[in-house]
């Protein structure tokens, strides 16, 4: 293998697969990491993990989790891109997994938040009623920088292999929705707007 085929993410996969689905996407999406991600990637990197502020300035509790404003730019252009949206238009996950191997590549942590949006719109779209469908479905979906983000809060401190064991969060009835309590251990994306929990009615 070439070193150039080694460092395109898209080549590569091309030398490994033969064809690939939505190729001219990949390659837009490789050149952009190229000509302007790779640079915004580094300076997020330079600024650390995101801050915390616990409190507003008149003492109330807000737990605002503050990034450095690069990276949003990141991250909408590849919820833009399709790395959600395309999924459900081409009812395959082939492009939405093609475009997160590329995002790898370039960067690792950015693929978190598009692997649980993912797996927040995939259950949403298979499970939900159609309210709540209808309701939350189109957000996560939306191709602009308005676009919803989700996230999958399982995981509790007995363990997240087998989550029949390790739930106890509750979930209780109460007119059209659930209240939970319980407590949650890992919860990537925790800023979305919208997440999958597991409870135990
Ligand atoms: C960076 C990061 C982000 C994460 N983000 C999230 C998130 O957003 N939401 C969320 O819900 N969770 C999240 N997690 C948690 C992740 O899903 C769990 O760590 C994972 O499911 C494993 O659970 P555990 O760590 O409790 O290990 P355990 O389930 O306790 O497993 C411990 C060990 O035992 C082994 N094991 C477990 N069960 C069996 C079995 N039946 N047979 C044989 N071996 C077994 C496992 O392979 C493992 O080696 C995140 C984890 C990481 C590292």
Sequence with gaps: MSWEELCSPVSFLKQKLGTVACEQTLRAYESYWEREGKAISEIVDRAGTPWLRMFDRFGRRIDEILFPPEYWTLLRHGYQTGIVWRAFEEQSLISSYLLGYVTSFYDPG???????????????????????????????????????????????????????????????????????????????NAGADLAVVAARP
């Design 110 to 188: 950015l693929y978190c938040p598009y692997t649980v949006s993912l797996s927040t719109a995939v259950p949403l779209e298979k499970y939900g009623t159609e309210s709540v469908k209808a309701r939350f479905l189109p957000e996560l979906l939306k191709r602009d920088e308005t676009v919803w983000q989700g996230a999958t809060w399982m995981t509790e401190a007995k363990g997240g292999s087998d989550l029949g064991a390790a739930v106890e969060t509750i979930a209780r009835p109460s007119g059209d929705h659930w209240l939970l309590t319980g407590e949650k251990y890992f919860a990537s």
